[in-house]
């Protein structure tokens, strides 16, 4: 004989009173059930039959063969720690119907393994119904991490707690220098890829190639389709499979859920010079997403997401037990990200808009403590959409759309930390939201295309760096004529930043009657000004301006993690054709009430050449 198995929906039931418990695959798949090659069945409950692995008083439990009911609920309890194991097979807990799955390692033994690790390969899925998984004794403060490889609820819920960090167990290979033109690449191990994983190669100087795995020999991986680009140890070069760690409709995870403040979901990834990419964060197909954690929060969506709450389900999954019957197990109620001891909050979306929600009426929707810094970025396609606080206490926050951004006045933090708002296309102020308050924080726009100005008020102390493709325009005078656009100490504006020679900042008003009026001028209340564009500048301030050199220092977040200066340095009024500065374009600046004072810049720009001493302004 091999295996457990029954075949009249019989229930199996598995306690080791005081020891481990290692569930290996027999020498064959098990009739009928037809898996995919190399797949091995260790554990088999026919049709609606339960399972139940439990060590009770001591002991790991140790699955290297996949664990299989029809129909029925699978719980998988450990007294110390969990490990589903690749090292002899793929392998995978699975179960069909409305069938629910319960994975709980209490983590009562520091050792090598610390609660629920699943290899590289290692699967958890469910036919759409839900999913638990909790590590760590949370009544005993045990720590207790959660190392992910693959768990599927399609359309069933995920739920995640640990008492330390929710991790991503997927392979991140190093690559041996692999010119253009070939279909083979050599990693360091071989042992998490398979046969169909479609994986991605990258390094930080050329772009990213993705390909299907067709071959595996020792550790050279055959693809799908020959290299364009060279990837080359020098350059960070690694090959990755695209591989989410959890597919679900809703998820919520919890790290540090003993509350010592230890644990974070997903890690950093500074060491990566890719800008957008993590190769530690936690990989999602989910719709909505509610996660707590002390020191940070790094997920990378597929196709788009909404924070929101997640309420509790009383009967989420049900905990099969050794007398035979079944209790029901509550997910716990969860709502917004949040970190709680001075951890950054990284979400990307890779294709699809970010949807932040209150998860509660009135309250935010994502929360940083202390110095973390938040980042949201939609990376190919969408947009972000802030129907909620997005705060920090004193981290930097930056807001990255590839497609339009419509802002609204959700954005939260204070000194020394700094706004960064970017679109690919353009930014606009959402309906009915006249205004950005900073609360005196520094802040830039950036986008690829027109920014349509509303108001950004920065308390007359804070400063704002404005950098257009194309145009700055005036928004926000349909109701009012002259409503103020920029309330700051320093103003940077750069329109045709990408150097094509189409951009204006404001515009003409040619059909107004008075001859001093432009409803279509950039409205400021500024100390210090300077503006470039290729095509004009009109400015009308209120209470009088200094022309001079601006700089406007703020803090780009990135997904790797790191949070470089993006300081936008601008001198003088200039309008820019091709470089040289011309007459093509018209520079009108207005005081209403105050004086102008022009002062030069630091140096004349070349190419042209002026008398020693002379500066232009």
Do not use: C
């Not at 230890?262 to 996660?291: E, F, M, P, W």
């Not at 102390?461 to 920029?486: K, M």
């Not at 329109?495 to 001028?521: Q, R, V, W, Y």
């Amino acid at each position: 004989l091999e295996d457990l198995r029954t075949t009249d929906n019989g229930p199996i039931k598995l306690q080791s009173i005081n020891g481990d418990i290692v569930v290996n695959p027999g020498l064959e798949p098990e009739p009928p059930v037809i898996l995919p090659s190399g797949d091995h069945i260790a554990i088999s409950a026919n049709g609606t039959g339960n399972i139940l692995l439990q060590t009770l008083n001591g002991g790991d439990i140790t699955i290297n063969g996949n664990v299989v009911s029809g129909t029925g609920h699978i719980t998988v309890s450990a007294w110390d720690d969990i490990r589903i194991s690749t090292s002899i097979a793929p392998t995978s807990i699975t179960t069909g119907g409305t069938g629910t799955i319960y994975l709980l390692a209490a983590n009562n033994t520091a050792d090598a393994n610390s609660g629920v690790v699943m290899d590289s390969g290692a699967r958890v899925a469910t036919n759409n119904s839900n999913i638990l998984i909790v590590s760590g004794n949370e009544v005993a403060g045990n720590e207790g991490d959660v190392r992910l490889g693959f768990v599927d609820a399609g359309t069933g819920d995920v739920s995640i707690r640990a008492g330390g960090s929710i991790l991503d167990n997927h392979p991140i290979a190093l690559v041996g220098d692999a010119a253009g033109g070939q279909n083979q690449v050599t990693v360091t191990n071989a042992s998490g890829f398979t046969v169909g994983d479609v994986v991605t190669l990258q390094d930080n100087n050329s772009t990213d190639e993705v390909f299907t795995v067709t071959g595996i020999a020792g550790n050279v991986l055959t693809l799908s389709g020959n290299l364009t680009d060279s990837f080359e140890v020098a350059q960070n070069a690694t090959v990755t499979p695209d591989r989410v760690n959890v597919r679900a409709n809703r998820l919520s995870m919890v790290a540090d859920s003993n509350g010592n403040n230890t644990g974070s979901i997903g890690r950093s990834d500074t060491a990566d010079l890719n800008l957008d990419r993590n190769r530690n964060a936690i990989d999602t197909q989910v719709v909505v997403l509610a996660a707590q954690s002390a020191q940070g929060i790094y997920v990378r969506e597929v196709n788009g997401v909404r924070i929101d709450r997640i309420d509790a389900n009383p009967a989420f999954v049900q905990r099969v037990n050794f007398n035979s019957t079944t209790s029901n197990v509550n997910n716990d109620a969860l709502e917004d990200l949040r970190t709680t001891d001075n951890g950054p909050i990284k979400l990307q979306s890779i294709n699809g808009d970010i949807v932040v929600n209150p998860g509660t009426a009135g309250t935010f929707g994502v929360s940083a403590n202390g110095s973390g810094d938040v980042l949201l970025q939609t990376l190919t396609s969408g947009t972000i959409i802030a129907n909620a606080l997005v705060q920090s206490g004193t981290g930097d926050i930056s807001v990255k759309s590839a497609d339009d951004l419509a802002l609204t006045d959700n954005f939260r933090t204070s000194a020394p930390g700094t706004f960064y708002f970017s679109s690919g296309r353009d930014i606009t102020w959402a309906a009915g939201v006249p205004t950005l308050n900073t609360a005196g924080v520094h802040v830039r726009l950036v986008v690829g295309r027109d920014i349509m100005l509303g108001e950004i008020n920065a308390n007359g102390t804070g400063d704002v760096g404005l950098s257009a493709g194309r145009n700055i325009v005036d928004a926000n005078d349909a109701g009012i004529p002259n409503t103020r656009n920029v309330f700051a100490r320093n103003l940077a504006m750069q329109a045709d930043s990408d150097g094509d020679n189409i951009g204006i900042i404001g515009g003409t008003d040619l059909g107004n009657p008075d001859p001093d009026a432009n409803i279509a001028a950039i409205d400021t209340q500024v100390v210090f000004l300077a503006a470039r564009s290729a095509t004009g500048i009109y400015v009308r301030e209120v209470d009088g301006v200094t022309v001079d050199s601006v700089s406007v220092v703020v803090r780009q977040v990135n997904f790797n993690s790191t949070d470089p200066l993006a300081t936008q340095t601008l001198e003088d009024l200039q309008t820019i054709a091709n470089g040289p500065i011309t007459t093509n374009g018209p520079i009108k600046l207005q005081s209403v009430n105050g004086d102008i004072v022009v002062n030069p810049g630091l140096e004349p720009e070349p190419p042209v050449i002026l008398p020693s001493g002379d500066h232009i302004a």
